[in-house]
């Protein structure tokens, strides 16, 4: 029998390509940082005082709130980023900003916060500890994730069920729960 080489990961970047580092951010309360657009925009810009490389950001999608309870609705943007640090280092960094920002101890499952940071995709690694889960868990089924996503990187295929975006885009169209109410470009 002859030998076989080794297996190209056919989703791996190609040469010259940087990894993908995919990261949602929401607010819908005003906070130390401002308004939830302004706490957006503060938050990507101090990424880049941490030692993260912001690539692209998606456009600002005002969304309708998901679960339970009448809360406003959210400021979301996706950004794809590029850094050295572990996925463990950057959420430890994300719940820092987040906690800057306002946040304080935890909040209920969709609730209403002044920030939130949620790693999506961190170079295609498939992960499950008790602290975090890689794939996000949740960014097939939410518009105000897709749709941002869709935005920057429209060939993204989802590392565990190799669907394209594009796939889950046209499913999260009938979703209520965060679904997009308006879209605004990015401040400068």
Same mark, same amino acid.
């Given at each position: 029998?002859?030998?076989?080489g ?16 995919? !990261? ?12 939830? !657009? ?12 941490? =030692?993260?490389?912001?690539?692209? !950001? ?9 679960g ?8 979301? *943007? ?27 101890? &935890? ?11 949620? #790693? &999506?995709?961190?170079? =295609?690694?498939?992960? =499950? ?15 105000? !994730?897709i749709?941002? #996503? ?12 190799? =669907? ?7 499913? *999260? ?10 879209r605004? #470009?990015?401040?400068?």
């Amino acid at each position: 029998m002859g030998k076989i080489g080794p297996i190209a990961d056919i989703h791996s970047p190609k040469p010259g390509q940087r990894p993908v580092i995919i !990261v949602a951010l929401g607010s819908n309360l005003t906070g130390p940082w401002g308004t939830p !657009v302004q706490s957006l925009t503060y938050a990507i810009a101090r990424l880049s005082h941490e =030692r993260v490389e912001v690539v692209r !950001v998606s456009d600002i999608f005002i969304t309708a709130p998901v679960g339970p309870g009448r809360q406003a609705p959210y400021a979301n *943007c996706v950004a794809q980023i590029v850094s050295h640090k572990s996925p463990e280092s950057l959420l430890s960094l994300f719940k820092m900003l987040e906690h800057q920002a306002g946040r304080r101890g &935890l909040t209920p499952a969709w609730g209403p916060r002044t920030l939130d940071i949620d #790693l &999506l995709d961190y170079k =295609r690694r498939i992960l =499950r500890s008790p602290r975090l889960t890689l794939p996000h868990p949740h960014i097939s089924e939410r518009p105000f !994730v897709i749709e941002p #996503l869709y935005q920057i990187i429209p060939e993204w295929i989802h590392p565990v069920t190799f =669907r394209k975006v594009e796939i889950l885009r046209q499913r *999260c169209r009938n979703e209520i729960d965060g679904s997009i109410l308006s879209r605004q #470009l990015f401040p400068a």
